[in-house]
C-alpha cells in the first residue's frame, strides 16, 4: 500500500520487479515519492533495506524504471547516483577514517554539502568527543551519527536513511527526529525513512507500506 500526498513526485518508481533466489520481493511495484519526508514501513524481512539500495541505484533491477528529477537510472546511471545520498549503516567502507574525514569524503560526491552546517549536527548528535577518533572506534550508534550528520548536511536530492532512530541514546533521536521535522516541508528534497514503525509526532508527506 503506498499513500502519499498530492505534491509533485520527485522520485517515480514504475513496475519495479526484483528477485532474490527462491523469494520474489517486489512485483510491478510503483510509487510516486514527494518532496518530505516519505515513511517506508514493514516488519523483518519484508524488504525496507533493500528497498533502499533499489532506489539509490545500487542494486540492479530485473526491469522497471526509476526516474528522479528528470533522471532515468537506467540511461543517466552516474548523474541518478550523484542526486542520492544513502549508506548502509553497517558499512565499513570509512572505518579507517575520522568523522571529518568521513565528511570530507561525501563532500566530493555531494555538490551541495554544507559544511556550516557540522559543528551544529555534531554537537547535537553528541559527536564532538569523538571528532578525532577513526569509525572503527567508535561504538555503533556514535558510527549511525556520524552517516546521520552527512545526510543532513549533504542535501541531496533525495536521501535515503535506514532506521536512523537504531542504536541511538534517547537525546539523539530526539534530535533527528526534530531535522527530519525540519525538512518536512522541503520543496526540492525528498527524505525516504525505514522503519518498522511510525514514528511518533513526524510529519509525513507519504508512506509506503511492505506489510508485516
Known amino acids: 500500500m503506498t499513500q502519499a500526498s498530492d505534491r509533485t513526485a520527485l522520485l517515480l518508481v514504475s513496475r519495479l520487479n526484483f528477485s532474490y533466489p527462491g523469494l520474489d520481493l517486489f512485483q510491478d511495484f510503483s510509487a510516486r515519492i514527494t518532496p518530505g519526508l516519505t515513511l517506508v514501513r514493514g516488519g523483518d524481512g519484508r524488504g525496507k533495506t533493500t528497498l533502499l539500495n533499489l532506489l539509490?541505484?545500487?542494486?540492479?533491477?530485473?526491469?522497471?524504471v526509476l526516474e528522479l528529477d528528470g533522471l532515468r537510472l537506467d540511461s543517466e546511471a552516474e548523474n541518478y547516483r550523484r542526486q542520492v545520498f544513502f549508506i548502509d549503516p553497517r558499512s565499513e567502507a570509512y572505518e579507517q577514517m575520522t568523522p571529518p574525514e568521513v565528511f570530507a569524503a561525501l563532500a566530493e560526491r555531494h555538490p551541495h554539502f554544507d559544511h556550516a552546517r557540522l559543528p551544529a549536527l555534531?554537537?547535537?548528535l553528541s559527536l564532538t568527543p569523538h571528532l578525532e577518533k577513526k569509525l572503527f572506534m567508535l561504538s555503533t550508534g556514535s558510527k549511525r551519527k556520524v552517516y546521520l550528520a552527512a545526510a543532513f548536511a549533504a542535501q541531496a536530492t533525495l536521501t535515503l536513511l535506514d532506521d536512523p532512530y537504531a542504536s541511538l541514546d534517547r537525546a539523539s533521536i530526539n534530535f533527528v527526529a526534530a531535522m527530519l521535522n525540519a525538512h518536512a516541508e522541503d520543496a526540492r528534497q525528498a527524505w525516504v525513512v525505514a522503519m518498522y514503525e511510525t514514528p511518533e509526532a513526524i510529519r509525513l508527506a507519504g508512506t509506503i507500506d511492505l506489510g508485516d
Do not use: I, S
Open 56 to 64: 539509490a541505484g545500487l542494486m540492479p533491477v530485473r526491469d522497471g
Open 122 to 124: 555534531t554537537e547535537g
